[in-house]
């Protein structure tokens, strides 16, 4: 799932996260561009199909946006968006509402990122391809830059 230069940083409960906005015991998600999962229950090591991995997600637009584009998750996870406006962040809405279905408090699911990342793009569709996330209504949109593995396989 991850490269050899590429490392997990968490799972943190959503809770734990934001209790600790203010002090260095829980590291904040980097500015650099990189790839997150959002999963149910915490892991180790490695985010399986029993964590329950609910959504992947990245930053296409403004990669060396990332810390904001997991603050804009949260915020929308949470219900904090506008339904009659179309933009914002579809994750988030797609978490907000699988918590509503299944009564489940967005402040314990967990999330993690990844460093070390070469291209974050790349990160984004291998963590979607290996985790299958329930609420990924599509995949990340293909690196234009490196070739898909299966890409390189076919010639």
């Known amino acids: 799932m991850l490269e050899s230069r590429e490392k997990w940083v968490g799972p943190f409960q959503i809770r734990k996260l934001l209790e600790h906005c203010l002090d260095d015991s829980i590291p904040k998600p980097p500015h650099a561009p990189s790839a997150y999962v959002v999963t ?4 180790q090591s490695n985010p399986t199909a029993e964590s329950v991995p609910l959504y992947v997600g990245g930053n296409t637009q403004n990669p060396n946006r990332f810390r904001m584009r997991v603050g804009a998750l949260l915020a929308d996870a949470f219900g904090f968006y506008n339904p009659k406006i179309p933009k914002g962040h579809a994750g988030g809405r797609s978490i907000h509402r699988w918590c509503f279905d299944n009564s489940e408090n967005p402040l314990d699911l967990h999330i993690a990122w990844v460093e070390g990342s070469a291209c ?18 599509s995949n990340p949109a293909k690196c234009k830059t490196h070739p898909s593995p299966s890409a390189s396989t076919e010639r």
């Open 40 to 43: 149910r229950t915490a892991w």
């Open 120 to 137: 974050h793009r790349c990160l984004e569709c291998r963590l979607c391809q290996a985790l299958k996330p329930r609420l990924n209504r």
